[in-house]
């Protein structure tokens, strides 16, 4: 326990301040930092179930350090319901990629059955999720993006209808259709990937939002058309294609306005 405090705590001391709105891509790196900030309270209010969400997004996309830290979470009651089996769980995953403390950990649960966590489920190493999987990894991650599930919902519904190797004929790749100069300008390595794709598309999302105030009708436009489209027709541009992509989406998602629905965790900002 004490080894596991003093990691943390140096970790602690070597991040620099993050500005939630800063220049800089989210990779599962810094999903990490952002957790040990909100679960010990460094620079933000301390929050054990936002903690809880951005280590289990870091471990999604890989960062294997995650693993320990949510058994962490789990085996003192961090934002989840106390749970050896799970907590176990993690501490096994963690030991197998040569965590010596989670090793350690692993002798306090020696008559505990692992078991896998029903709230941090893999969408990354699901290359065929379904739409309940997808749908519930939206709900999980939007809200750090400071975006509206049912937007987010609303526009892979237009995009691909929930089909992760939907594939356009302008190279638009996977359920938020990410043209390749976006998934570089956003940071996705893989736009196959459901997960990074999901991130990708999120984030372009939550850029548009802050872009244009707010305003769905010209989110989406931009989203479909490019926000140089938009700004050139001061509004929505007279494509067919764009203005049938408009009037899809904002039938399911009626807001005019898209509400702050609080902090933004997760920003990541194009070059």
Not at 10 to 16: R, S, T
Not at 111 to 123: A, E, I
């Amino acid at each position: 326990m004490y080894a596991s405090n003093l990691r943390n705590l140096l970790l602690l001391f070597m991040l620099l301040p993050l500005t939630l709105l800063a220049e800089q891509r989210i990779d599962k790196v810094h999903l990490r930092n952002l957790a040990i900030q909100y679960e010990h309270g460094r620079g933000v209010n301390q929050d054990y179930q936002k903690a809880f969400r951005l280590y289990c997004m870091a471990a999604d996309l890989g960062n294997q350090d995650a693993y320990y830290d949510l058994g962490w979470m789990y085996f003192n009651k961090r934002g989840v319901a106390q749970d050896p089996a799970v907590a176990a769980g993690w501490f096994s995953r963690a030991a197998e990629v040569g965590d010596p403390i989670a090793e350690r950990m692993l002798n306090i649960f020696a008559d505990v059955t692992p078991k896998n966590d029903p709230n941090c489920s893999s969408l990354s190493d699901n290359r065929q999720p379904n739409r309940q999987q997808i749908e519930a990894w939206v709900k999980l991650w939007a809200p750090e993006y400071g975006l509206e599930p049912g937007l987010v919902l609303a526009v892979i519904a237009a995009e691909s209808d929930f089909n992760v190797k939907a594939h356009s004929h302008k190279d638009a790749r996977g359920l938020m259709q990410l043209i390749p100069a976006t998934a570089r300008r956003f940071g996705v390595n893989d736009s196959w990937n459901p997960a990074e794709n999901m991130h990708g598309g999120m984030a372009y999302l939550q850029w548009l939002v802050q872009r244009f105030e707010g305003e769905v009708s010209l989110v989406l436009a931009a989203y479909n058309a490019g926000e140089g489209a938009v700004e050139s027709y001061s509004g929505i541009p007279p494509y067919r294609e764009t203005q049938n992509y408009v009037k899809r989406i904002t039938r399911e998602y009626s807001k005019r306005i898209h509400p702050n629905i609080g902090e933004i965790t997760l920003s990541m900002i194009s070059n």
